[in-house]
């Protein structure tokens, strides 16, 4: 993925969590909605794009690192990345 369509694909996110009805409530409830996460190597712009996202968005940037984020959320991504790849209508059993 280039960084353009990355940064459409974010942006498109954080409008459709900010999107609000006639009544002026959430679209998306906040319990409903969840962070963005951006998992890649070093270096390759994932802080910079997120900034310039918040940016243009006026939304805050919360950015942390990855050896914040505790454990039990880095095997869950995992298994959410192999059940990904296992295709759909794979169910895991036993998630904790």
């Known amino acids: 993925m280039d960084i353009k369509r990355a940064k459409k694909e974010i942006k498109d996110s954080i409008e459709a969590y900010l999107a609000k009805d006639e009544y002026g409530d959430y679209m998306i409830p906040s319990i409903r909605q969840r962070p963005i996460l951006l998992m890649g190597p070093p270096g390759i712009?994932?802080?910079?794009?997120?900034?310039?996202?918040?940016?243009?968005?006026?939304?805050?940037?919360?950015?942390?690192?990855?050896?914040?984020?505790?454990?039990k959320v880095r095997s869950d991504f995992r298994l959410l990345k192999r059940r990904r790849t296992m295709g759909k209508g794979t169910r895991l059993q036993n998630i904790r």
């Open 45 to 71: 712009g994932k802080t910079q794009v997120m900034e310039q996202v918040a940016k243009e968005c006026k939304v805050a940037l919360v950015s942390i690192r990855s050896h914040i984020i505790p454990d």
